[in-house]
């Protein structure tokens, strides 16, 4: 056997290697690693989605209605959360766990579990894990944010969210955008109409 001939072998080895015993790798995801660890090569899992939506509310009134998710969300949109439980802390504070049960008209998702991680009053935001839940076997790392900053009469929601796809052949989660934008609109009129 010549040296080509042994290093396409040992190639092969470890690809087959990587492939069978690391889920978080594919023939696809870079067996180079194996032989060249300084060649960085894009990880086509991670991403990150981003919404800003404009309100008609003050940012006080709209922090303080997401404050309140636990007891208002099921109220307000009823067809989206089926109950919305605080398993540990106060719900709005950090380390706080929430427990979200949604409507079988949710695409795709009976429950998540959310824990959160930042919470600042003063600047309006706080940032959340998803820590148990179906979303997790497609997307195994979702980690939000959300801030609310004064616009014009009204409020700007900027809320974004940091992924990793369980596979190159998952969709990225466009659905959520959607999803959020209605949200924000909807605590906004919610408000608007108190």
Not at 140 to 152: C, D, I, R, Y
Request: aromatic residues 12%.
């Amino acid at each position: 056997m010549n040296l080509k001939h042994n290093l396409s072998f040992l190639l092969y080895i470890q690809v087959i290697f990587i492939s069978t015993f690391s889920p978080k790798h594919t023939l696809c995801s870079n067996p180079l690693y194996t032989f060249f660890p300084f060649i960085k090569i894009k990880d086509l899992t991670m991403g990150k989605l981003e919404v800003e939506v404009e309100t008609k509310s003050s940012p006080d009134k709209l922090w303080g209605t997401i404050k309140e998710t636990p007891t208002l969300f099921p109220k307000i949109f009823p067809d989206r959360y089926k109950s919305v439980e605080v398993l540990e802390g106060d719900g709005a504070s950090v380390g706080s766990v929430l427990l979200m049960k949604y409507h079988e008209t949710t695409p795709g998702v009976t429950f998540s579990k959310e824990r959160i991680d930042e919470a600042d009053n003063a600047n309006k935001s706080l940032a959340y894990t998803v820590i148990e839940g179906e979303i997790l076997a497609l997307y195994p790392t979702f980690n939000a944010k959300l801030q609310v900053v004064p616009k014009g009469d009204g409020s700007l929601v900027k809320w974004s969210l940091e992924y990793e796809k369980a596979s190159e052949e998952v969709p990225e989660p466009t659905f959520i955008k959607e999803f959020a934008t209605q949200t924000f609109t909807g605590l906004d009129a919610h408000i608007q109409k108190a």
